[in-house]
């Protein structure tokens, strides 16, 4: 109870566990009264707090099991509720029971799940555990209750933020527009758009102008022969498009072999042959005389000459 800091005039929350409070918890609950002056204990057993219904921020400190342990470990509901009720910066004494420690590496795990739960509850600046040392009473309830099982009871501190659970503070944010520098020139306008490591007003970083990536190799003007591809032309190869060809390499084999000559107009009905009376309105050979399949079509001198 030493290591409990609380002042004058302070109210703590005390939580028990067990059937009936010791004659030892009394004595150190009196002890702490006296330390308060003005101040008061509220005693609640750790399994009714829920029932009790304190209002938020009651309490300066809360204790849990530092004279009588409780030997069943607290809830993340209790203490959720316990950081409800204390004061922001409100501090947590909790002494809990710690099983299966049967090894550093277990040891380490039990209590990292006991910060754990803490945090989760809301509470900061959780301590490094203390091992508190057993009473021959406790030893015995411990084990009739953990058999076969390696128990320690370690001493834990937590401390609630410094503001209350959905508090709200403004920010301030300006959002008025900021003075943009112009930068001066010398009659030069091509000297506003260009930016000189001065003008960074930082001496650690290096600009590169730009015209000296380029040699002189870079400048010259490439042949348009140059730009052409090949598409596997040489000695004693033949030209070949590539599939899905862009170079225009496939155009001009297409042209060489007659691909791209006009078509003559062709017949969807099979009847332009015969003439006018049989054409249809947008058949290619409207107003051309009548003509056998596959034969060239040619006007009489009588066509050629106008009617008079």
Known sequence: M??????????????????????????????????????????????????????????????????????????????????RVLRPDGKLYLATVVTGISSDESKVSATQNVTSALKLSGFINVSQPKVCALSDDLKQSLG??????????????????????????????????????????SGNSAAVWKLSAMDMGDDDIDLVDDDELLDEEDRKKPDPASLKADCGTGDGKKKKACKNCTCGLAEELDAEAGKNKPSAPTSSCGNCYLGDAFRCSSCPYLGMPAFKPGEKIALSDRQLKADR
């Open 2 to 83: 030493e290591n409990v800091e609380v002042s004058q005039g302070n109210t703590v929350l005390w939580l028990w566990g067990g059937a009936a409070p010791t004659d030892e918890l009394q004595g150190a609950v009196k002890s702490l009264q006296v330390r308060l002056g003005t101040g008061r204990v509220q005693m609640e057993h750790v399994q009714r707090l829920a029932m009790a219904n304190h209002h938020p921020s009651s309490f300066h400190v809360a204790i849990s099991g530092l004279v009588q342990p409780n030997t069943e470990v607290m809830s993340g509901d209790t203490l959720a509720e316990v950081c």
């Open 144 to 185: 009739n209750q953990f058999p076969n099982q390696d128990v320690c009871l370690m001493e834990f501190s937590a401390s609630k933020p410094s503001y209350e659970v959905g508090s709200s503070s403004q920010l301030k944010l300006s959002f008025a527009n900021k003075k943009q520098d112009v930068p001066h020139t």
